[in-house]
Nanobody, 128 residues
Framework: QVQLVESGGGLVQAGDSLRLSCTAS????????MAWFRQAPGKEREFVSA????????YYADSVKGRFTISRDDARNTVYLQMSSLKPADTAVYSC?????????????????????WGQGTQVTVSS
């Protein structure tokens, strides 16, 4: 049984940093493409970042490029999202997702339908 468990969310001030973690069980990160999505109240879920199964390729939404960094630790089977220079607009529930989709690209990475497994999410609130 596959499980993705996020942690690390919280309440921070604008300009602060936060690191989210997503620990997987029942699947290996080295065989899966991993991503972070977020959903703010009243808004649609949006793509944040993804890392290809090779670990060598990463993708970012324009809104977070230069501020967020995705990485993974295969030994811990955990993917991270390091967030810096946080803005109130970053306030959302952040969820990680996994897919073994073979033709993973910038285009497919942003599509929620591509992902097979989802975590429950962790709340990030950025105050101004």
């Amino acid at each position: 049984q596959v499980q993705l468990v996020e942690s690390g969310g919280g309440l921070v001030q604008a300009g602060d940093s936060l690191r989210l973690s997503c620990t997987a069980s029942g699947l290996s990160l080295s065989n899966n493409n991993m991503a972070w999505f977020r959903q703010a109240p009243g808004k649609e879920r949006e793509f944040v970042s993804a890392i290809k199964w090779t670990g060598a390729t990463t993708y970012y939404a324009d809104s977070v490029k230069g501020r967020f960094t995705i990485s993974r630790d295969d030994a811990r089977n955990t993917v991270y999202l390091q967030m810096s220079s946080l803005k109130p607009a970053d306030t959302a529930v952040y969820s990680c997702a996994a897919t073994s989709w073979g033709t993973f690209s910038q285009s497919s990475a942003t599509r929620a339908a591509v992902y097979d497994y989802w975590g429950q999410g962790t709340q990030v609130t950025v105050s101004s």
